[in-house]
T-cell receptor, first 114, second 115 residues
């Protein structure tokens, strides 16, 4: 069955520190991969996506993610975190061929210390 | 560029009442999705439309739930005889068909509280 695992429920980092949020997926074919961010009480904002090609993708707000097929991972990174990055981050997998739904992980809540 | 909009943003209702939510997708998008998100969880797929056709429904969509997209533009999600377990954030997303590699853009959600 298709699934997405985000092993870290909560992560706390100091402002200015680097960040890596983990995402592992289980999917039969090469998936389409996404990272979304959600502020409290709000909808989801797309940070970045991977469909094919270069395995290192750049997104908005200084985020990047790397697709590693051998590890079934798509980890999100940021070199220097800002206080405004505090939010919940969701990894999602999706693929065409009959179904267009996304499967989401349970999310990682990021807290940023001043 | 107008994004996905949802109304109302918040809804409080009593158990047993019916509620209806509306979603207006990005204007050129022909696919529209509904997801449900409970506290501490990621969004879970409920159903999706391509134009006015409802093409897939999740097992989460019980008989009390019905969704429509009558003219292939806005969509409504109705919950009949609400239960406390229906309390959640209901998210709508839309996308444009592009040979498989498409991106879903989400609205702000409707938060439902069933008392």
């Amino acid at each position: 069955a298709q699934s997405v695992t985000q092993p870290d429920i909560h992560i706390t980092v100091s402002e200015g520190a680097s960040l890596e949020l983990r995402c592992n997926y289980s999917y039969g074919a090469t998936p389409y991969l996404f990272w979304y961010v959600q502020s409290p009480g709000q909808g989801l904002q797309l940070l970045l996506k991977y469909f094919s090609g270069d395995t290192l993708v750049q997104g908005i707000k200084g985020f990047e993610a790397e697709f590693k097929r051998s590890q079934s991972s798509f980890n999100l990174r940021k070199p220097s975190v800002h206080w405004s990055d505090a939010a919940e981050y969701f990894c999602a997998v999706g693929r065409g061929s009959g179904t267009y739904k996304y499967i989401f992980g349970t999310g990682t809540r990021l807290k940023v210390l001043a | 560029d107008t994004g996905v909009s949802q109304n109302p943003r918040h809804k409080i209702t009593k158990r047993g009442q019916n509620v209806t939510f509306r979603c207006d997708p990005i204007s050129e998008h022909n696919r529209l999705y509904w997801y449900r998100q409970t506290l501490g969880q990621g969004p879970e797929f409920l159903t999706y439309f391509q134009n006015e056709a409802q093409l897939e429904k999740s097992r989460l969509l019980s008989d009390r739930f019905s969704a429509e997209r009558p003219k292939g533009s806005f969509s409504t999600l109705e919950i009949q005889r609400t239960e406390q377990g229906d309390s959640a954030m209901y998210l709508c997303a839309s996308s444009a068909t592009s040979g498989g590699a498409e991106t879903q853009y989400f609205g702000p959600g409707t938060r439902l509280l069933v008392l």
